[in-house]
């Protein structure tokens, strides 16, 4: 199993970038899937998560309105759209991955995801 994150880059504040995650040796098909992102010295922070069955998103406050989740199944892969980026944004982002539907309460929680991408920098300069 291996996934594989794209797309992280430099871009200015109040920009845009779009991550895709693409999945080889595993089906995203009946997963739950999500976007985490660390900075160095500090834990995996959450960040999206769309629910397989019922495609419902969940966003911390931080990003929501600005990040969004989405996925195209017959491509295997999770997307992360990032709008009005802010410096604070700066970290390396991970796509994850974990099959069926885990509790509501348990989507934030990276302990709940099985399945990690290796990670893609974002760096968001003021």
């Known amino acids: 199993v291996q996934l594989q994150a794209s797309g992280g880059g430099l871009v200015q504040a109040g920009g845009s970038l779009r991550l895709s995650c693409t999945a080889s040796g595993f089906t995203f098909s009946g997963s739950t899937l999500g976007w985490f992102r660390q900075v160095p010295g500090k834990e995996r922070e959450f960040v999206a998560v769309m629910r397989w069955g019922d495609r419902r998103t969940n966003y911390p406050v931080s990003v929501k309105g600005r990040f969004s989740i989405s996925r195209d199944i017959a491509k295997n892969t999770v997307y992360l759209q990032m709008n009005s980026l802010k410096p604070e944004d700066t970290a390396v982002y991970y796509c994850?991955?974990?099959?069926?539907?885990?509790?509501?309460?348990?989507?934030?929680?990276?302990?709940?995801?099985?399945?990690w991408g290796q990670g893609t920098q974002v760096t968001v300069s003021s």
């Open positions: 994850a991955a974990v099959p069926g539907n885990p509790t509501w309460s348990a989507l934030s929680s990276s302990r709940t995801y099985d399945y």
